[in-house]
C-alpha cells in the first residue's frame, strides 16, 4: 500500500471505512489514547461490549493504544455497522501512519473490505427473491 499525499493533512493521517451502508472518517493524531466518535466519547457512543472491542482490536494489534488520539465521524447504517466502518478506517489511517503496520494488520482482515450488504428489491418480487404466493385454482 503506498502512501499517497491524501493521506495525511497537517500531520494527522487519515483513513476511511465502510461496511454495509455505513462510511466513517477516521483521523488519527499523536497523543494520548483517546477516542472520539462525532464528538462524543467512544465509550458513550459505542454501548456494547462487542463493538467497543472491534474497533479498539486494531489499536491492541499494533500496540498504539496509549499513544495515538483517534477522531471519527461516521453517518449511516446501526451501530454495528458503524463499529465495523470505524475498523476499517482506522486500520487505513495507522497504515498511513506508519507503513510497517501494514503486514500485521493485513493478516488480521483488518484492511479487507467487508462486502456483504443488503440485496436490492427487485421488481416483480415482493423482497429481494420473495414471490408472490402461487395458486393453482
Given at each position: ?15 476511511t471505512g465502510r461496511r ?29 461490549d462487542k463493538e467497543r ?56 482482515g483488518f484492511l479487507t ?25
Amino acid at each position: 500500500m503506498v502512501i499517497q499525499k491524501r493521506d495525511r493533512v497537517n500531520g494527522d493521517a487519515l483513513g476511511t471505512g465502510r461496511r454495509k451502508t455505513s462510511i466513517a472518517r477516521v483521523r488519527i493524531r499523536p497523543g494520548k489514547g483517546k477516542i472520539v466518535v462525532n464528538g462524543r466519547p467512544f465509550d458513550e457512543y459505542f454501548t456494547t461490549d462487542k463493538e467497543r472491542r472491534q474497533v479498539q482490536e486494531t489499536l491492541d494489534r499494533v500496540g498504539q493504544t496509549e499513544s495515538v488520539d483517534v477522531l471519527v465521524r461516521v453517518s449511516g447504517g446501526g451501530t454495528m455497522g458503524q463499529a465495523g466502518a470505524v475498523r476499517m478506517g482506522l486500520a487505513r489511517a495507522l497504515v498511513g501512519m506508519n507503513q510497517d503496520f501494514f503486514q500485521p494488520l493485513r493478516d488480521d482482515g483488518f484492511l479487507t473490505r467487508d462486502s456483504r450488504m443488503k440485496e436490492r428489491k427487485k421488481y416483480g418480487l415482493r423482497g429481494a427473491r420473495r414471490g408472490v404466493q402461487f395458486s393453482k385454482r
